[in-house]
T-cell receptor, first 115, second 112 residues
Framework: AQKVTQAQTEISVVEKEDVTLDCVYE???????LFWYKQPPSGELVFLIR??????QNEISGRYSWNFQKSTSSFNFTITASQVVDSAVYFC????????????FGEGTQLTVNP | KAGVTQTPRYLIKTRGQQVTLSCSPI?????VSWYQQTPGQGLQFLFE???????NKGNFPGRFSGRQFSNSRSEMNVSTLELGDSALYLC???????????FGPGTRLTVL
């Protein structure tokens, strides 16, 4: 069975602070895929990034960066210089060769960025 | 390219009724998946359709069913509604297997 754990239920920061959202996953698949989605109050899940299990290269995209570490089964997400518009619920998700299309989501982390 | 669209956006029903939700995928995407989101259970996978065939199914009762048409549009049906079916129902589409799923805005269903 697959499992995704986001231990941080809520995070509150002040604008311009850096914030890291943690994600720990469990899977027996050799090939798997990790995702981060953002859900603003409107409800739509917005895709942010995808990482394949065979690609441990970390990535920076503007104010966003991701740290994928297979050794610790973690896929953390950092927002640098946070902005009020970053306020949303962030979900980490996992799919793999045995689950097919099914995404297993974490519980989500509510990020609030205060001005 | 237009994103995933879902209709209606909001729906209010009473217990025992049935409901049909609609999802139009991104143009060219052949796979449509449905998810239920509730405060208590989080995001849970309902089922996936690919080229009009159900390819994967989550752990939901038979009251939840779906179908996909030749143009890849999909519908989800819930019969004999229960209060616990109140949720945000999200549809996602992707082009092929293992591609990224892109989500629509969701249909918020309230069962009274």
């Amino acid at each position: 069975a697959q499992k995704v754990t986001q231990a941080q239920t809520e995070i509150s920061v002040v604008e311009k602070e850096d914030v890291t959202l943690d994600c720990v996953y469990e899977t027996r698949d050799t090939t798997y895929y990790l995702f981060w989605y953002k859900q603003p109050p409107s409800g739509e899940l917005v895709f942010l990034i995808r990482r394949n299990s065979f690609d441990e290269q970390n990535e920076i995209s503007g104010r966003y960066s991701w740290n994928f570490q297979k050794s610790t089964s973690s896929f953390n997400f950092t927002i640098t210089a946070s902005q009020v518009v970053d306020s949303a619920v962030y979900f980490c998700a996992l799919s793999g060769e045995t689950s097919g299309s099914r995404l297993t989501f974490g519980e989500g982390t509510q990020l609030t960025v205060n001005p | 390219k237009a994103g995933v669209t879902q209709t209606p956006r909001y729906l209010i029903k009473t217990r025992g009724q049935q409901v049909t939700l609609s999802c139009s995928p991104i143009s060219g995407h052949r796979s449509v998946s449905w998810y239920q989101q509730t405060p208590g259970q989080g995001l849970q996978f309902l089922f996936e359709y690919f080229s009009e065939t159900q390819r994967n199914k989550g752990n939901f009762p038979g009251r939840f069913s779906g179908r996909q048409f030749s143009n890849s549009r999909s519908e989800m049906n819930v019969s004999t509604l229960e209060l616990g079916d109140s949720a945000l129902y999200l549809c996602a589409s992707r082009a092929n297997s293992q591609d990224t799923q892109y989500f629509g805005p969701g249909t918020r269903l309230t069962v009274l």
